[in-house]
T-cell receptor
């Protein structure tokens, strides 16, 4: 596609439920990032996929968070047993391996009630 | 570990004033540096980036940034701001290999008063 696509754009869920957030990167981009942006805060790194290498999961805040990237393209971020502090905008970005200018998606605004 | 600090949390300027947003990073190696902008209600966009060569980098919309290696700084400048520059500005750093991740600073909110 022309840009990074994220779905859903908004998600309201009850505390304790699981949620899945999807990111469809730009075709051919081998690098994919997930970040979290809370109200009034900067961007918190969550996880990084680069080609077929093992992902860098060092930013995941707890074991309730996991992500996968199937076939080197679409990525899904899963949050289990959501908590109110998980409420944030979850951003996905992708880049071609040799071009370090990252293109961001519009994000998924997650609200846990 | 990589880290990025931005000097100001919130900056308020009048139109036509000059802008300089500070950014310092911590990283023990060669870096790639970026400034991103997030206009109200919009997603993050790349303003400019530095990989190598001329340390003075020019970006879109009249912005520029200067990489000063000895000071670990990459400050963003614009000689004359406009109301439309009101946005959140993020500095970011990445190691030079493709396996290094991009780390963002906390952001600086710029408000330009007409």
């Amino acid at each position: 596609g022309a840009g990074v696509s994220q779905s859903p754009s908004n998600k309201v869920t009850e505390k304790g439920k699981d949620v899945e957030l999807r990111c469809d990167p730009i075709s051919g981009h081998t690098a994919l990032y997930w970040y979290r942006q809370s109200l009034g805060q900067g961007l918190e790194f969550l996880i990084y996929f680069q080609g077929n290498s093992a992902p860098d999961k060092s930013g995941l805040p707890s074991d309730r968070f996991s992500a996968e990237r199937t076939g080197g393209s679409v990525s899904t971020l899963t949050i289990q047993r959501t908590q109110q502090e998980d409420s944030a905008v979850y951003l996905c970005a992708s880049s071609h391996r040799n071009n370090y200018g990252y293109t961001f998606g519009s994000g998924t605004r997650l609200t846990v009630v | 570990a990589q880290s990025v600090s931005q000097h100001n949390h919130h900056v308020i300027l009048s139109e036509a004033a000059s802008l300089e947003l500070g950014c310092n990073y911590s990283y023990g190696g060669t870096v790639n540096l970026f400034w991103y902008v997030q206009y109200p209600g919009q997603h993050l966009q790349l303003l400019l980036k530095y990989f190598s060569g001329d340390p003075l980098v020019k970006g879109i919309k009249g912005f520029e940034a200067e990489f000063i290696k000895s000071k670990f700084s990459f400050n963003l400048r614009k000689p004359s701001v406009q109301w439309s520059d009101t946005a959140e500005y993020f500095c970011a750093v990445k190691g030079e290999t493709s396996y290094d991740k991009v780390i963002f600073g906390p952001g600086t909110s710029l408000s330009v008063i007409p």
